[in-house]
Structures are given as C-alpha cells and as structure tokens.
C-alpha cells in the first residue's frame, strides 16, 4: 500500500492555458505507462511555463519518486506543499520518498509529524507503526497500534503488522494466535511459515523472525 497523489487537470479557455493543459494530460498519460523520462521533461516544462502549477509540481515529485529520484522528489514535494490544499497526501508521500531512499530515520521522523497533524488518521499511525518495528522500535509500533486493535480484528494486514511488533517486543504469546489468525483467514504463506517458526523459536530469536517476516511500508 502507498499513498501517491496522482492530479488531473480540467482544460482551460484561453489559447496558452489550453497547450499547458495538453501538455500535462500528455505528461499524466506517459506516467501511468511507466516512461517516466518523458513525463519528467514535460512536467519541468510546464513547471517552467507556469511556476503556480502545483498539480504538475506534485505529479513531478510522484513521478521522479517513481524513477529513483528519491531527492529529487523531496525537494519538489517540498516546495509544492505550501501551495496543495490537501497536504497529507504530500506529507506522506515525502516520508515514502525517504523510506525507498533507504533513510528509514528520516522517514520515520516525517511519519511522526504527520502523525502529529493526523493523530486520528489510522493511515497515519499503522504507517508509521510499520516504519517503528522496521526501525527496531517494536515498543513504540506496539503502543500505536494497542489501541486500533478493537476496531480491526478481522483486518488481516493489521493484524499481521501488529502480531509482528508483539513478537518483536516480547510478546509471542500474544502476537502468535494473531499471525496464526491471519494465516489461516486469509491463506497467507508468508504468514503460515512466521507462524509456525514463531511458535518454536526461543527468547532471543524474536526480533529476527519479525524483521525477516515483517510487513513493508510501500
């Protein structure tokens, strides 16, 4: 699961607003086919045209994030978000840019403002959840989601992610019937086997079994 805010345009009426207007459906069209070099060029260029564009801004950053241009991204994303009426979606996508760039403390710093601004996102709290286990933190993740717990007993995803950080934080007995519970309602292999190595492993394997069987914030 990720959080990718993907603008559309509606065309204008002047003559110059129209040819911009083009070029970015052109530019969204050559993003969800993957030829990411073209929308980046096209992107930068009505960026160039119009610098108050913030949906071609925001589709720039989604798109260089995309091609492997994590700073990049940042950057862009950061300089469009004081301009985006909806900024979660911007919030979260920086922290996703962190993440795939491989600077999990940053992301997990982002993931915790957000989570500031949204404390009642669940979103919001499972991700960041996610990215605290991952960070060796099953404490923090197991705190976050304790209380969620009542409201999303038959959601698999999380009730995997949360079996997980009570295993990783010392908790077998509590995290394994819940591993167990994912693998056998939604016929889940990677479940099926954390649970069965869950179940016999001793007091100073948990944390690796969580970090090789935990889930990945995408």
């Known amino acids: 699961m ?5 603008l559309l345009l509606v065309p204008l009426a002047c003559a110059e607003e129209v040819s911009v207007d083009q070029l970015f459906n052109t530019a969204v069209r050559e993003q ?8 980046i060029r096209d992107y930068r260029e009505i960026i160039q045209r119009r610098p108050d564009m913030v949906e071609a801004k925001v589709n720039l950053g989604a798109t260089l994030a995309d091609s492997g241009q994590y700073e990049d991204a940042i950057a862009i ?16 996508n920086i922290a996703r840019a962190y993440y795939m760039k491989g600077d999990l403390e940053r992301a997990r710093q982002q993931l915790a403002e957000v989570h500031q601004l949204y404390p009642e996102d669940q979103e919001v709290t499972v991700r960041l959840a996610n990215v605290d286990l991952e960070a060796h933190a099953p404490a923090e993740s197991v705190a976050l989601l304790q209380p969620l717990d009542s409201g999303n007993s038959q959601n698999t995803d999380f009730q995997y992610l949360y079996g997980t950080a009570l295993i990783a934080s010392g908790h077998p007995e509590q995290g394994v019937p819940r591993v167990e519970q ?37």
């Open 2 to 6: 990720r959080t990718i805010l993907l």
């Open 32 to 39: 969800q086919k993957g030829q990411y070099s073209d929308a």
């Open 77 to 92: 994303y950061k300089a469009a978000l004081p301009s985006v009426s909806l900024k979660k979606p911007v919030l979260m």
């Open 182 to 218: 994912v693998a056998r309602a939604a016929n889940r292999a990677d479940a099926y086997i954390f649970w069965r190595e869950a179940r016999i492993c001793d007091t100073d394997t948990p944390m690796r079994l969580a970090m090789t069987w935990r889930p990945r914030f995408a």
